[in-house]
């Protein structure tokens, strides 16, 4: 199964800063099977990019997505404030998500 | 307006059985593949078990394969997913949630909390 590694653990960032968050695959992936959601505590995750540029329905167009291969890429161009949360990759097909990158208010 | 509503959990002794259900509305429950994720205390996701809309394909990892069954009944909007010869490392909040091209996760439920304990 191939495993997904997030970095960094975790990033501390101000209000308006640009967040780069990495997801790293064990081997090679189809960029069509690769999402990133968004998890604040206690709630559910939520959907903000599939097919690793995609974004959902609702997704603010500060939140983009790139890579391919091996190397994805979650971009925030300008955090808000409520933008501060846990970030994880997923790639279909394995049951494990990322590890996750938490975003937290430096 | 779209919604997926967990129930079902709570306590069990490790060996026992739980089931937990997910009622749908405000979409056609019989389009879509749905899922179970869940969510240990403090850890990251684990995709569990997914199934196809008219329930023919069926996929779960490994560590709940033999032990969890997934069923969904559309007629009743509603998704199953039944939990045997439970373990420890079952204790975590499990999510209902609605494919989105079958490869990704769109809509969630706000989850169930199982814990295996003796």
């Known amino acids: 199964e191939i495993v997904l590694t997030q970095s960094p653990g975790t990033l501390s960032l101000s209000p308006g800063e640009r967040a780069t968050l990495s997801c790293r695959a064990s081997?090679?992936?189809?960029?069509?099977?690769l999402a990133w959601y968004q998890q604040k505590p206690g709630q559910a995750p939520r959907l903000l990019i599939y097919g690793a540029s995609s974004r959902a329905t609702g997704i603010p167009d500060r939140f983009s997505g790139s890579g391919s291969g091996t190397d994805f890429t979650l971009t925030i161009s300008r955090l808000e404030p409520e933008d501060f949360a846990v970030y994880y990759c997923q790639q279909y097909g394995s049951s494990r998500f990322g590890g996750g990158t938490k975003v937290e208010i430096k | 307006q779209v919604q997926l509503v967990e129930s079902g959990g709570g306590l069990v002794k490790p060996g026992g059985s739980l089931r937990l259900s997910c009622a749908a509305s405000?979409?056609?429950?019989?389009?879509?593949?749905m899922s179970w994720i869940r969510q240990a205390p403090g850890k990251g996701l684990e995709w569990v078990s997914y199934i196809s809309s008219s329930g023919s394909t069926i996929y779960y990892a490994d560590s709940v394969k033999g032990r969890f069954t997934i069923s969904r009944d559309n007629a009743k909007n509603s998704l199953y997913l039944q939990m045997n010869s439970l373990r420890a490392e079952d204790t975590a909040v499990y999510y209902c949630?609605?494919?989105?091209?079958?490869?990704?996760?769109?809509?969630w439920g706000k989850g169930t909390t199982v814990t295996v304990s003796s």
């Open positions: 949630a609605r494919n989105f091209l079958k490869r990704f996760l769109d809509v």
């Open positions: 405000g979409f056609t429950f019989s389009d879509y593949y």
């Open positions: 081997q090679s992936v189809s960029s069509s099977y």
